[in-house]
């Protein structure tokens, strides 16, 4: 077996850590993890998936006459360790502001229990979606195919847990659950996106929705549509102003093709059909069809 020097390493190792937490005022002082845990909010997930489609997304060899049993009991482990990451987000944000622990568990627990309440509906939302998938793909042979193999509704099962998350001031819980998903479709959405019911990313590798986007009823995305933000606003000393209304907002039973990208605080209207590749800066009307075509033929500005 090879030996390898390790110890200096170490060292300089714990000298870059020093550092960074110096510049950024962190504390040196032993102590316990500060930070949630990407990992833990996996199993957690996982979990979820489980207690929300027992049948489908829970373990292989469960039965219908232990559901209930199956979903209680995943449930309560996964919110136990859900209020163990949410205490670190909240500890973590309040190194600069001070809390008593009490208080800090008081609305971690909350926050929790609101999430959880919220179950219920976030799976009704998410039969929508699967609905969506099923009646708007030809090659879709059942709902089970679709929420088995279809990356656009797993995408969407963590954009909806994450967005319950964001809404309850925990965006770093919510944000390391939507990444989970992203790193496993290639679908970018944003937790603080507010998506309604019936939607559906078809294929869906490389869509990127950001945080403000709206988005209605029964809308569908193909792949590589981009819902992004035309400009960055910054304060008058430089720095990007942060949360402000930037990305666009698609109205009901609206259609977005492959490659389109939509920037600003654009509106889709109603029934709007956006072609594929399109570069759209500028509101689109109800039912208005936005092709390539279209946009190489519209007038100028200044009729040039």
């Excluded at 622990?101 to 309440?117: L, P």
């Amino acid at each position: 077996m090879a030996h390898f020097e390790v110890s200096d390493i170490v060292r300089a190792l714990h000298g870059v850590r020093d550092e960074w937490r110096d510049s950024q005022r962190r504390s040196r002082e032993p102590g316990a993890r500060e930070f949630p845990s990407r990992d833990a909010l996996a199993q957690i997930v996982e979990s979820l998936k489980g207690a929300l489609f027992p049948m489908r997304l829970g373990p292989p060899d469960l039965r219908h006459e232990s559901e209930d049993f199956y979903v209680g009991h995943t449930l309560d482990s996964a919110l136990q360790a859900l209020l163990v990451q949410a205490r670190l987000e909240l500890n973590f944000n309040a190194r600069h502001e001070p809390r008593p622990a009490s208080e800090i568990d008081d609305i971690a627990t909350e926050a929790v229990r609101r999430f959880a309440n919220a179950l219920p509906g976030l799976r009704s939302l998410l039969d929508s979606d699967v609905l969506a998938a099923y009646q708007g793909d030809p090659a879709a042979r059942s709902v089970d195919e679709v929420l088995l193999c279809y990356p656009g509704v797993l995408a969407m099962i963590h954009h909806r847990l994450a967005h319950e998350l964001y809404k309850l001031g925990l965006p770093l819980l919510a944000r390391i659950v939507a990444e989970l998903a992203h790193a496993q479709t290639g679908i970018d959405i944003h937790p603080g996106a507010k998506i309604d019911a019936g939607f559906f990313i078809d294929h869906g590798t490389g869509v990127v929705i950001g945080e403000t986007a709206v988005i209605g009823k029964r809308v569908r995305l193909y792949q590589a549509v981009t819902l992004g933000a035309k400009r960055f606003p910054t304060d008058t000393e430089g720095n990007l102003q942060k949360g402000l209304p930037r990305h666009p907002v698609v109205e009901d039973d609206v259609v977005i093709y492959a490659g389109a990208t939509i920037l600003g605080r654009v509106t889709l209207g109603k029934g709007a059909v956006i072609g594929g590749n399109v570069w759209i800066t500028d509101d689109v009307p109800p039912g208005a069809s936005v092709t390539q075509a279209s946009l190489q033929n519209a007038p100028k500005a200044g009729g040039v």
